[in-house]
């Protein structure tokens, strides 16, 4: 009787799927640095759209008003766009200029409850979600004093986004 022959079928390994690259959103204050260090930081990073998160997007220092900023950026490919629902209100701002982070933190809290504030936050996480790397910009270098810090810390919260604070050089 012909002895049967052993045979071992190698199992193919589970085809991994591959995992989708989980979105990123970056923060950036350029409080006390040249235009040129932020841009550069913001190229560097690979962002794509720079998203303005200040009441008012005038500056006294050149290169971060709307214009010159949209301008700046567009030479290096990266888009521009001001969503001023989520800045600051007035009495917030003055909060932060004096270090009182907690009460920016209330007044910052309230302001989300607003119906611009959120349809603006709504905007930024479908953007998020469709335009690559964003990154949300404003004032302050320290993002844990800064509103954006509340606006990532929702949108990591409820997107699942990675939050990277961006510093730029000061020169």
């Keep these: 009787m012909p002895s049967a022959k052993k045979t071992t079928a190698k199992k193919a390994a589970p ?42 997007a005038s500056s006294r220092r050149p290169g971060f008003s709307k214009n010159q900023l949209a301008a700046g950026l567009k030479e290096r490919g990266i888009g521009y766009l001001h969503l001023q629902g989520l800045g600051t209100p007035k009495e917030g701002r003055l909060a932060a200029r004096s270090g009182d982070v907690k009460a920016l933190e209330r007044i910052y809290a309230k302001h989300l409850k607003t119906d611009i504030a959120k349809q603006e936050m709504s905007e930024l996480s479908m953007l998020i979600a469709k335009a690559g790397p964003v990154c949300i910009l404003c004032y302050e270098r320290d993002h844990s004093e ?22 730029a050089p000061q020169m």
């Design 146 to 167: 800064c509103h954006r810090k509340f606006i990532a810390e929702i949108i990591e919260e409820k997107d699942g986004v990675a939050v990277e604070n961006l510093v």
């Design 15 to 56: 085809k991994k799927k591959p995992s989708a690259r989980k979105k990123r959103l970056f923060t950036i204050g350029y409080q006390e640095t040249p235009p040129s260090a932020v841009l550069n930081e913001l190229e560097h990073a690979g962002v794509k759209l720079l998203v303005d998160v200040r009441a008012v």
